[in-house]
């Protein structure tokens, strides 16, 4: 069956420190990923996503990015924190795309940057 | 351009008691509306899709194209409902795969 693993679960750092987030995906190949941020009370954002290795659309201009080095890896980082980089970040999965096609999610990491 | 509005960010019901969360879309495409849930200490998950027209633990869903909306539907609120909600877009891509634009959420909270 498939998982994702994502972590770490929580992490707190320091303004201006790099950041390195990661996720695997097991029991599946090429699997369309994506990562998003769960701000208070703003809901869920999609940040980036990727079909393929090496791919990388990124929605909206930030402080972050993103790489998929390997087939079933995404990683998202950052060079140097920002408070508003403070936030709940969710890694998630599919398979192709139809109107049946569910997104799995992994665990999450909750990011303080202090 | 797209865009997904759940109006409520909290809802407190009573136990038995009807419970409706609303969702409103934009969309210039075909919509493909999804609600997914996250129950406490527990991951975010699919609940149910808008073209399967099913019926999931209780709850139901209408696409209705006239009014862009995708409200969820419960008759009478268990405990155990108690979560955040989210309804999802499926956007199309240039390169025709598709991402999931998700609304702001609701917090569902089910009262004895």
């Known amino acids: 069956s498939q998982t994702i693993h994502q972590w770490p679960a929580t992490l707190v750092q320091p303004v201006g420190s790099p950041l390195s987030l990661e996720c695997t995906v097991e029991?599946?190949?090429?699997?369309?990923l994506y990562w998003y941020r769960q701000a208070a009370g703003r809901g869920l954002q999609l940040l980036f996503y990727?079909?393929?290795?090496?791919?990388i659309s990124s929605e909206v201009p930030q402080n972050l990015s993103a790489s998929r080095p390997q087939d079933r890896q995404f990683i998202l980082s950052s060079k140097k924190l920002l408070l508003s980089d403070s936030g709940f970040y969710l890694c998630?999965?599919?398979?192709?795309?139809?109107?049946?096609?569910?997104?799995?999610f992994g665990q999450g990491t909750r990011l303080t940057v202090v | 351009a797209q865009r997904v509005t759940q109006p409520e960010k909290l809802l407190s019901v009573f136990k038995g008691a009807p419970v409706e969360l609303k969702c409103n879309y934009s969309?210039?495409?075909?919509?493909?509306l999804f609600w997914y849930v996250q129950y406490s200490r527990q991951r975010l998950q699919l609940l149910l899709r808008?073209?399967s027209r099913e019926s999931i633990k209780g709850f139901t869903a209408d696409l209705n194209k006239g009014e862009t909306s995708f409200h969820l539907k419960k008759p009478f609120a268990q405990e155990e409902d108690s979560a955040m909600y989210y309804c999802?877009?499926?956007?199309?891509?240039?390169?025709?795969?598709?991402?999931?634009?998700f609304g702001a959420g609701t917090q569902v909270v089910v009262t004895p």
């Open positions: 999802a877009l499926r956007v199309q891509t240039t390169d025709s795969w598709g991402k999931l634009q």
């Open positions: 029991g599946t190949s090429n699997p369309n």
């Open positions: 998630a999965w599919s398979v192709g795309w139809s109107p049946n096609t569910e997104a799995f």
């Open positions: 990727s079909v393929g290795i090496g791919q």
């Open positions: 969309y210039s495409g075909s919509p493909e």
């Open positions: 808008h073209i």
